[in-house]
């Protein structure tokens, strides 16, 4: 079975500066895909973030970029030039390529981001 | 669309009460899936349906049942509520494997007494 780590329980940073959230995950496949999603105190899940294993390159969407190492089994989110409403609770999903009903999360990281 | 829809949002339980948590998508998608989430914890797997008819058992499955008789629904039955089901319900759907999102419904807080 799958599982994914979280290190950080919480972490915190300055508006305006990069803060980097750390992801492990555990897996004997070789086809998958990573997830980061946002959970916000109205504890909708948010998808910030996704990684094809195929793909070498690090996934980019605008602040938001991945550190993806495979060999590692390392997942790593960037978020640049921190904002107040980027304060949530983060969480790293794992889901092998033939299974789509399947996720495996991580515990999560709350973010705070002080002005 | 409205997208994923839960219901109740919120509900409290006596121990050994039944209760069914709904589900529906309008999106057409053939996954759905229902995690549960405990204080300080990530998402948990309890049960899963990868189409209209078909179902599956996630990582807790224990004390829960599901059914799929429609691609639009998927409940969740509580057979004998217990204290240890005092959790956050959420239910996702995805229109198919890998690299497709999964969009979750707003979640169902769940306490039992």
């Known amino acids: 079975a799958q599982t994914v780590t979280q290190s950080q329980p919480e972490m915190s940073v300055q508006e305006a500066e990069t803060v980097t959230l750390s992801c492990t995950y555990d897996t004997s496949e070789s086809d998958y895909y990573l997830f980061w999603y946002k959970q916000p105190p109205s504890r909708q899940m948010i998808l910030v973030i996704r990684q094809e294993a195929y793909k070498q390159q690090n996934a980019t969407e605008n602040r938001f970029s991945v550190n993806f190492q495979k060999a590692a089994k390392s997942f790593s989110l960037k978020i640049s030039d921190s904002q107040l409403g980027d304060a949530a609770m983060y969480f790293c999903?794992?889901?092998?390529?033939?299974?789509?009903?399947?996720?495996?999360f991580g515990d999560g990281t709350t973010l705070t981001v002080k002005p | 669309n409205a997208g994923v829809t839960q219901t109740p949002k919120f509900q409290v339980l006596k121990t050994g009460q039944s209760m069914t948590l709904q589900c529906a998508q309008d999106?057409?998608?053939?996954?759905m899936s229902w995690y549960r989430q405990d204080p300080g914890m990530g998402l948990r797997l309890i049960h899963y349906s990868v189409g209209a008819g078909i179902t599956d058992q996630g990582e807790v499955p224990n004390g829960y049942n599901v059914s799929r008789s429609t691609t639009e629904d998927f409940p969740l039955r509580l057979l004998s509520a217990a204290p240890s089901q005092t959790s956050v319900y959420f239910c996702a759907s995805n229109s198919g494997p890998g690299r497709y999102e999964q969009y979750f419904g707003p979640g169902t807080r769940l306490t039992v007494t």
């Open positions: 999106m057409n998608h053939e996954y």
């Open positions: 999903a794992y889901r092998s390529m033939g299974n789509a009903g399947k996720s495996t």
